[in-house]
Nanobody
């Protein structure tokens, strides 16, 4: 059974915005350390953003000021708001729970 499911990816022009969602199953405590990663073919998976149990957030330098991580406990969902998108943001985006659980990913493609 799938425990983390990403959605919201798609094709967007440079400068546009997308909001990714990661819906967690009821067995997962989302008020905990969770992360968004991304991966491009031929490259290592890259940490994009982190949200701690306290709500504290951190971001990769490459996305700081453009992306925002958040969560909605009532919906057991984590979000990644992506603004001012660039072609280099093109990747498969994955959500992660600190227990070692990964989603299957959602594709984001930014055209120039």
């Amino acid at each position: 059974q799938v425990q983390l499911v990403e959605s919201g990816g798609g094709l967007v022009q440079a400068g546009g915005s997308l909001r990714l969602s990661c819906v967690a199953s009821t067995s997962i405590n989302i008020i905990s350390l969770m992360r968004w990663f991304r991966q491009v073919p031929g490259k290592q998976r890259e940490l994009v953003a982190t949200i701690a149990s306290s709500g504290s957030t951190t971001y990769a330098d490459s996305v700081k000021g453009r992306f925002s991580i958040s969560r909605d406990s009532a919906k057991n969902t984590m979000y990644l708001q992506m603004n001012s998108l660039k072609p280099e943001d093109t990747a498969v985006y994955y959500c992660y729970h600190y227990t070692g659980l990964w989603g299957r990913g959602t594709q984001v493609t930014v055209s120039s």
